[in-house]
């Protein structure tokens, strides 16, 4: 299995990436805050558990998200491999997505970020907060909130993956086909 992680802050175009990726490279696309909002919309148990942590744009537990997202996982066994998008976001769920993935056999190959201007993705997200409906996504506070969480909790990941020589970066800025070139460079070596 090719199994990819893709970092990014909150409206860095991990989704739009991912769309590309998943078909150019035969991948399970598997974005934790889409199963989460599906939840929420349909109004199951996990969604009611986790409307208030998503709502005020702080992370969901680590035990719950770790519980759905293998969950996730165990829905695809035959695939190529998978593009984790939005997952890990802290240590423990990296600390859990590597022992999981060791039970199956398998590991992370490799973690890319788009990397950008904190000011600029505050913009593009308030723009898509206009059209996309989700609350946490059109309040200037809770988006900093998102951000805060990022630097605090998801940024140390970096490191983590780095010292196993598995962390590459690229510019996040630039077209939609530009940032899938980088990204495509990057997979392409591994
Ligand atoms: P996203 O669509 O990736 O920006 O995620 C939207 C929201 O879902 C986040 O602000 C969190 O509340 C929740 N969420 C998604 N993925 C995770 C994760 N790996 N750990 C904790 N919370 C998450």
Redesign the pocket.
């Known amino acids: 299995m090719i199994n990819i992680v893709l970092f990014g802050k ?2 860095a175009g ?2 739009t990436q991912a769309e590309f990726l998943k078909e150019k490279y035969k991948l399970t696309h598997i ?7 599906f939840n929420l919309k349909n109004d199951t148990e996990l969604g009611k558990q ?1 409307r208030v ?10 035990e ?3 519980k759905m ?1 293998i969950d996730e996982v165990n829905k695809h066994t035959d695939t190529n491999g998978v593009l984790f ?6 240590i423990s ?1 990296a600390v859990a997505l590597d022992a999981f993935l060791s039970s199956i056999g398998s590991k992370v190959t490799a973690t890319v970020a788009l990397e950008a201007d904190d000011e600029i993705l505050i913009k593009r997200l308030l723009e898509r907060g206009k059209t996309s409906g ?1 609350i ?1 996504d059109q309040d200037e506070d809770k988006i900093r909130n ?1 951000y805060d ?1 990022y630097n605090e909790k998801t940024a140390p990941l970096m490191q983590y993956y780095n010292d196993q020589g598995k962390f590459h970066a690229v510019n996040g800025i630039g077209s939609v086909q530009e940032i899938t070139e980088r990204l495509s460079a990057v997979i392409d070596n591994l």
Not at 55 to 61: E, M, S
Not at 85 to 90: F, I
């Open positions: 909150p409206g991990k989704g974005s934790t805050g889409d199963v989460f909002r986790v942590y998503m709502d005020a744009g702080d992370l969901v537990p680590d719950l998200t770790t997202l998008d939005g997952y890990p976001r802290t769920q989700r946490d998102r969480e």
